[in-house]
Every structure is written in structure tokens, then in C-alpha cells.
């Protein structure tokens, strides 16, 4: 199971710190991602990270004003989201990868969580 954690409503500019926790499977065996779906527009990928957290992948648009990161100990991957824009508003979703290679593209994730609101407010 994964259970996102932390959105909410923002200003412009301000920050959020999004987690999810994971359970059931061995999670430092496989990547993990963060993908967003705003209304009307198809689900697209934030960040990903590699199994081991050595590898992250960013959409060019979020490049320097997110960062993802996991803590295997605990079985936690985090969303960092700094300078945050309205288009910015979206459900975020954590998922599972199949490989534990960083990947973006939503079909090679095969578990997801139930996402976690972000609105950011102008």
C-alpha cells in the first residue's frame, strides 16, 4: 500500500513537502515516482527515484524547484516543492516503478497511491 501525505492549499511562492509511505513490497528494490494530474489534463510525471535514491529524474518544467527523495529505512519517498505556482495545482500521486530504474512514463508503474491535493492559490 502507499499512502500520500501532505497537500494542501499554498500561495504563490510558497512551499509544500509532500510523503508518502510505503508497505507490502520491498521497497528499496524498486524506484519510485511522483506523477500529477491537474483537472482536464492527463496525468503527468513530477520526479522519479532510483531504488537506491542515486538516480532522480525531473520534469523540465519543475527542474530546480522540486526535489524528490526516499528513505529506505523507513520506506518513505518525499516530494520537496519550492516556488510554487498556481499551474502548479494538481492531485499528486506516488507509485511503485517495476524496475528500480528512475522511469516516467505512468504504464511502468504498477502500484499507486490515493493522491494528495495541491492548490496554489495567485
Known amino acids: 500500500q502507499l499512502q500520500a501525505s501532505g497537500g494542501g492549499l499554498v500561495q504563490a511562492g510558497g512551499s509544500l513537502r509532500l510523503s508518502c509511505a510505503a508497505s507490502?513490497?520491498?521497497?528499496?528494490?524498486?524506484?519510485m515516482g511522483w506523477f500529477r494530474q491537474a483537472p482536464g489534463k492527463e496525468r503527468e510525471f513530477v520526479a522519479g527515484i532510483s531504488s537506491s535514491g542515486g538516480s532522480t529524474i525531473y520534469a523540465d518544467s519543475l527542474k530546480g524547484r522540486f526535489t524528490i527523495s526516499r528513505d529506505n529505512a523507513k520506506n518513505t519517498v518525499a516530494l520537496q516543492m519550492n516556488s510554487l505556482k498556481p499551474e502548479d495545482t494538481a492531485v499528486y500521486y506516488c507509485?511503485?516503478?517495476?524496475?528500480?530504474?528512475?522511469?516516467?512514463?505512468?504504464?511502468?508503474?504498477?502500484?499507486w497511491g490515493q493522491g494528495t491535493l495541491v492548490t496554489v492559490s495567485s
Open positions: 507509485a511503485v516503478a517495476t524496475t528500480r530504474f528512475v522511469l516516467t512514463t505512468p504504464g511502468r508503474y504498477d502500484r
Open positions: 507490502g513490497r520491498t521497497f528499496s528494490s524498486y524506484a
